[in-house]
T-cell receptor, first 116, second 113 residues
Framework: EPEVTQTPSHQVTQMGQEVILRCVPI?????FYWYRQILGQKVEFLVS????????KSEIFDDQFSVERPDGSNFTLKIRSTKLEDSAMYFC??????????????FGPGTRLTVL | AQSVTQPDIHITVSEGASLELRCNYSYGATPYLFWYVQSPGQGLQLLLKYFSGDTLVQGIKGFEAEFKRSQSSFNLRKPSVHWSDAAEYFCAGAKAAGNKLTFGGGTRVLVKP
């Protein structure tokens, strides 16, 4: 069964460093998402991406964050200058259709980011 | 603003007993609703989803959920729990015109032998 994969599973970085989290969505999916879960808090939406552009983003997704689909298979989340409060589990998801069109989002296993 | 609430943070249930996890939503209109499960080290796996129509929805692993508009609820049930059902369960909603999921806080289920 196709699945969303994410690398690395755990990333440790120093405050102020740039990190890139990588995701390989399900191959025929068209919509891509990043969510994050800070320890002890809810899973929260960061950004959705469709047709090579951001379709929606949350207030969390400020200028420090960017997303890219550099080729036909990868979807990346970059944090330019990490802060302590960026420490969280980051989930990538993909879907064939938008939720508004009764699409279902499929999630990867997550990347745990620890900022020291 | 839309929200999803899971009132129970932890539930402990004996193997073979029934399980019900509560989920309440607050949306201006009927949202689309989902239940996901997360086992340790795993991603969020979809258990079932509700878009419209029949209010009793069947999912994988023997789970079902019932949409009750009058109670703004979408509770998840399983008649007989197996040890492998120990995991964290997340309820999520989305506006019918939107594309982002709003998650509840999750309920961690422990299964006693």
């Amino acid at each position: 069964e196709p699945e969303v994969t994410q690398t690395p599973s755990h990333q440790v970085t120093q405050m102020g460093q740039e990190v890139i989290l990588r995701c390989v969505p399900i191959s025929n999916h068209l919509y891509f998402y990043w969510y994050r879960q800070i320890l002890g808090q809810k899973v929260e939406f960061l950004v959705s991406f469709y047709n090579n552009e951001i379709s929606e983003k949350s207030e969390i997704f400020d200028d420090q964050f960017s997303v890219e689909r550099p080729d036909g298979s990868n979807f990346t989340l970059k944090i330019r200058s990490t802060k302590l409060e960026d420490s969280a589990m980051y989930f990538c998801a993909s879907s064939m259709e938008a939720v508004s069109n009764k699409g279902t989002q499929y999630f990867g296993p997550g990347t745990r980011l620890t900022v020291l | 603003a839309q929200s999803v609430t899971q009132p129970d943070i932890h539930i402990t249930v004996s193997e073979g007993a029934s399980l019900e996890l509560r989920c309440n939503y607050s949306y201006g209109a009927t949202p689309y609703l989902f239940w996901y499960v997360q086992s340790p080290g795993q991603g969020l796996q979809l258990l079932l989803k509700y878009f419209s129509g029949d209010t009793l929805v069947q999912g994988i692993k023997g789970f079902e959920a019932e949409f009750k508009r009058s109670q703004s609820s979408f509770n998840l049930r399983k008649p007989s729990v197996h040890w492998s059902d120990a995991a964290e369960y997340f309820c999520a909603g989305a506006k019918a015109a939107g594309n982002k999921l709003t998650f509840g806080g999750g309920t961690r289920v422990l299964v006693k032998p």
